[in-house]
């Protein structure tokens, strides 16, 4: 998978700034979706969302346990901040229908 340096940056990162934080159910939830945030930056580096990109996105959802609505806001949240930034504009991410 293209996001997995990505993914183990983020924990060795994480691991630095809260050595020896204990994995609960809620810190294990927010860790995926940071994760999943990461990866959504990582995609719209360029400015937009490729259908290959898309589909990684779309594993790395479903193997984290990702709900379809937090990976839209995710999405719609980091694509707010990018947009000032001089990052992607709205719609310009390529869409896919829902599951």
């Given at each position: 998978m293209a996001f997995r340096p990505l993914h183990r940056l983020?924990?060795?990162?994480?691991?630095?700034a809260l050595p020896g934080v204990d994995?609960?159910?809620?810190y294990l939830t927010e860790r995926r979706l940071e994760v999943y945030r990461d990866a959504i930056e990582g995609a719209l580096a360029d400015g937009s969302i490729s259908q290959r990109e898309r589909a990684i996105l779309g594993k790395?959802?479903?193997?984290?346990g990702i709900e379809p609505a937090a990976a839209r806001r995710i999405e719609a949240e980091?694509?707010?901040?990018?947009?000032p930034l001089g990052g992607p504009q709205a719609g310009s991410v390529t869409q896919v229908a829902a599951s």
């Open positions: 983020a924990e060795r990162a994480a691991e630095r994995e609960s159910a809620d790395l959802q479903e193997s984290r980091v694509q707010a901040v990018l947009s």
